[in-house]
C-alpha cells in the first residue's frame, strides 16, 4: 500500500461521481459529440457531408479511469479491514473510506485536539509500515 493508494482512495468518490457525469453528457449530450466533414464522390461530384458521432477514445479513458480508482478502493478497503488494532482500523476507515475530516474523527472519539488521531494513529502507523 502507498500514501498515493490512500488519498486515491480518499478523493475516489468525488472522481468517479465527475467521471460519470461525464459519460453521461458524453452519451446523451453535446459534450462527446465530434463532428467531421468529409467529401463524398460516390455520385461523381464531391459533395461535403457532416458526419457526426460519440467521441469513444474519451468515453473508454474514463472508463477506465473509474475501474482503476475502483479498483484501488477495493484493495485499500481490503488493507484497512485486515489491520488488527480496533482503534487504528476506525480511524483509518474513516478517514479513507467514509471522507470523514479529523476534526470530525476527534470529536467522534472524544479527543480534544483534531491532529491527535492523525499524529498519534495515523502517521505513527504509516511510519511503522514504512510507507511514506
Known amino acids: 500500500m502507498t500514501r498515493a493508494e490512500l488519498d486515491t482512495c480518499r478523493e475516489g468518490d468525488d472522481k ?19 463532428v467531421d ?4 464522390y460516390r455520385s461523381g461530384f464531391p459533395r461535403t457531408l457532416v458526419l457526426r458521432g460519440i ?25 484497512i479491514m485486515d489491520i488488527n488494532d480496533v482503534l487504528t ?3 483509518f476507515a474513516m478517514y479513507y473510506l467514509k471522507g470523514l475530516s ?4 476527534s470529536s467522534s472519539l472524544r479527543a480534544n485536539s483534531p491532529d491527535y488521531y ?13 510507507i511514506k
Request: glycine content about 6%; aromatic content about 4%; hydrophobic content about 30%.
Open 89 to 91: 482500523r476506525n480511524v
Open 102 to 105: 479529523w476534526r470530525k474523527i
Open 55 to 79: 467521441n469513444r477514445v474519451e468515453l473508454e479513458k474514463c472508463k477506465k479511469e473509474i475501474s482503476r480508482i475502483q479498483k484501488i478502493q477495493k484493495g485499500v478497503e481490503n488493507w
Open 37 to 40: 466533414c468529409v467529401k463524398d
Open 16 to 34: 468517479i461521481r465527475i467521471l460519470q457525469h461525464m459519460i453521461s453528457e458524453m452519451e446523451r449530450g453535446e459534450q462527446g459529440v465530434v
Open 118 to 130: 492523525r499524529i498519534r494513529i495515523r502517521d505513527k502507523y504509516l511510519s511503522e509500515k514504512g
